[in-house]
């Protein structure tokens, strides 16, 4: 084990603004993405659904 | 030919539709799993680095989008090819679904880079060759998604995007020789295939789960935009009709 407890888990031996701020950045686009891209698709979906005849 | 039946059997894109659908749950998971046991290894497991301090932990993620950046520009630039060469749709509309997977890794890569630079070499960003030919594939990304996006005829967009993406390919070599072609500040390989790794087995181990984590995130995600790309281009195929439920007859009839 590396820490003995939190704050020198969240210190990173002084580098924790490098670290986190890698790790944070990075995790934030790897939500943000597929959310971006599930929702292209339910768009599309609907898209594909309402283009039907008008009169159904 | 049972191999070509295989081969081509999911360039159909309502087949690929379907695989593709199916695989993507179990990528995301695959992904997440991964993810948890390389975060593990590399904050828990791995020890503090004797020169760099706890700064080297950025690696788990750098090394990876970097290698991600790479591959997936050569996957993109072969289905591209592919898609114009054979004329064929799917293989033009993966491509498509990669750059902008591609270039979030190529971002990711520059971003960790940057914010690794600073505590070892004392600089957010050098023009150094590695850095700058990594910066160079962001462009490339962003081109081709901005160009495919200009053209109207989504065919002629797609020839375009692929011209593009061929030409480009040759900048991958350069990214991954840079360090040996050029006299770096980035420093060179610390994996490869020839040599032995120079890091502790630890280091490597939470590497290597962060890089499948991240080809498995690429699959997903990938899988995901280009199922949205399907539709959105076979909107009109009897087939799309058929799962979403369109009652409409007139598409399904012209297709």
Not at chain 2, 90 to 95: F, G, I, N, Q
């Amino acid at each position: 084990m590396n820490w003995r407890d939190a704050s020198e888990f969240f210190a990173m031996g002084g580098y924790g603004l490098y670290v986190w701020g890698s790790y944070a950045i990075t995790a934030a686009l790897m939500l943000v993405e597929p959310w971006l891209a599930s929702r292209r698709h339910r768009q599309a979906q609907r898209a594909a659904a309402t283009d039907t005849d008008p009169e159904t | 030919m049972i191999r070509n039946l295989r081969l081509f059997t999911f360039a159909a894109p309502s087949r690929f539709y379907a695989l593709a659908g199916a695989l993507t749950p179990w990528l995301w998971a695959a992904a997440a799993l991964l993810a948890g046991a390389g975060l593990y290894m590399g904050f828990f497991v791995a020890p503090t680095d004797a020169t760099q301090g706890e700064s080297y932990r950025i690696i788990f993620i750098h090394v990876p989008a970097a290698w991600m950046s790479m591959l997936l520009y050569l996957v993109m630039a072969f289905w591209a090819a592919i898609g114009w060469g054979f004329n064929a749709r799917l293989a033009s509309m993966v491509a498509r679904a990669i750059a902008p997977t591609g270039a979030l890794f190529t971002f990711v890569a520059l971003w960790t880079g940057a914010f690794w630079g600073k505590p070892t070499w004392g600089a957010w960003w050098v023009w150094d060759a590695r850095l700058t030919s990594e910066l160079i594939l962001l462009f490339l990304y962003l081109g081709f998604m901005a160009l495919v996006a200009a053209i109207d005829d989504p065919r002629r967009a797609d020839h375009a995007g692929a011209l593009l993406a061929i030409v480009g390919a040759v900048n991958v070599p350069i990214i991954y020789f840079s360090v040996r072609w050029w006299n770096t500040l980035h420093q060179g390989a610390s994996v490869s295939l020839t040599a032995a790794p120079k890091m502790a087995t630890t280091m490597l181990q939470a590497m290597l789960l962060m890089t499948f984590a991240f080809w498995a995130y690429a699959f997903a995600v990938v899988f995901t935009r280009a199922r949205a790309i399907v539709l959105e281009r076979e909107h009109d195929a009897a087939w799309v009709g058929e799962l979403v439920g369109r009652s409409g007859s007139k598409q399904a009839e012209a297709a």
